[in-house]
């Protein structure tokens, strides 16, 4: 199905739709635009962080905890 064939068979169904009904689809759709949008966000951050060298350093310094100082396992 091509993006003009689901759009207009979207809008063909929220046309049979009370008005009241409608506007819940599209609140329904605006929510699932901003969890996509956050999603998106969360992945480039996540991106972000794994490819930066900024902590680098981190991986030459010694462990300053062994699992011997634990005093509750879990």
Known sequence: MTD???LSNAI???KNLPRNKAEE???F???LCR???DE???NGIMKLASE???FEFLKDEEDLYSMKDVK???
């Open 4 to 6: 003009q064939q689901l």
């Open 35 to 37: 969890e996509y949008e």
């Open 12 to 14: 063909k169904y929220i």
């Open 29 to 31: 759709a605006k929510y």
């Open 25 to 27: 689809v599209i609140d």
């Open 52 to 54: 930066s060298k900024s």
């Open 40 to 42: 998106l966000i969360k």
């Open 72 to 74: 509750v396992k879990y």
